[in-house]
């Protein structure tokens, strides 16, 4: 069993809709979570950095984090074509290195 | 905010050459840098952690002796794939992190894309 565990996708949706993004983790040791949007053939890019449970929200972005649960969700607002890309999440423990869920692609038609 | 370069961007290169990879932190000092592999479609692999002027440390099942890297300074790290051959052709990323305690932020390089002829 993989550590981070990300809906796989594809997802599409209408220009104007809300996006939900998921990951599942299985290591209670994770304190930080990421959010990274990567376009094709670049390197990734980060959204969202949170320490532990909670909300933060950065313009359409909001990302949640729920420990008990185990649980994290980048939720994008009013989504763009530009935001077609794939998202990946991420977690680390105090040691910096970071595992990644698989990316989930998303495609936001006009 | 924090920019990672990489140089090359994209090389082509016969079987059996050396390829190096640069990756520079352009506005911070990175104590950690990372490097990654990702094939089409698939997430990131990371292959080696480095810090700066210590010796990198690999993951399982990667060839330190085909992968050398060398983190020289705080905003300068190479990745040197030796003996290139087909099946190392992939996008290779780097990351590096401000590494002070608690931050764990990475920032990523915009790849290099290896085709190994």
């Known amino acids: 069993q993989k550590e981070v565990e990300q809906d796989p996708g594809p997802l599409s949706v209408p220009e104007g809709a809300i996006v939900s993004l998921n990951c599942t983790y299985s290591?209670?040791?994770?304190?930080?979570f990421m959010w990274y949007r990567q376009y094709s053939r670049k390197g990734p890019e980060l959204l969202m950095y949170?320490?532990?449970?909670g909300n933060k929200e950065d313009g359409r972005f909001t990302a949640q984090v729920d420990k008990s649960s185990k649980y994290i969700s980048l939720f994008i607002r009013d989504s763009q074509p530009s935001d077609s890309a794939t998202y990946l999440c991420?977690?680390?423990?105090?040691?910096?290195?970071?595992?990644f869920g698989d990316g989930t692609t998303l495609t936001v038609k006009p | 905010g924090a920019v990672v370069s990489q140089h090359p961007s994209r090389v082509i290169c016969k079987s059996g050459t050396s390829v190096k990879i640069e990756c520079r932190s352009l506005?911070?000092?990175?104590?950690?840098m990372f490097w990654y592999r990702q094939f089409p479609k698939q997430s990131l692999m990371l292959m080696a952690t480095?810090?700066?002027?210590?010796?990198?440390?690999?993951e399982q099942g990667v060839e330190k002796d085909k992968f050398l890297i060398n983190h020289a300074s705080l905003t300068l790290s190479t990745l040197t794939v030796t003996s290139a051959h087909p099946e190392d052709s992939s996008f290779y990323i780097c990351?590096?992190?401000?590494?002070?305690?608690?931050?764990?932020?990475?920032?990523f390089g915009p790849g290099t894309r290896l085709t190994v002829l």
């Open positions: 990351s590096a992190s401000p590494g002070a305690w608690g931050d764990n932020e990475q920032f």
């Open positions: 290591n209670s040791a994770f304190q930080y």
């Open positions: 949170t320490y532990s449970s």
């Open positions: 991420a977690m680390n423990t105090n040691a910096g290195k970071s595992t």
């Open positions: 506005d911070f000092q990175a104590t950690t």
């Open positions: 480095s810090n700066e002027g210590s010796k990198a440390t690999y």
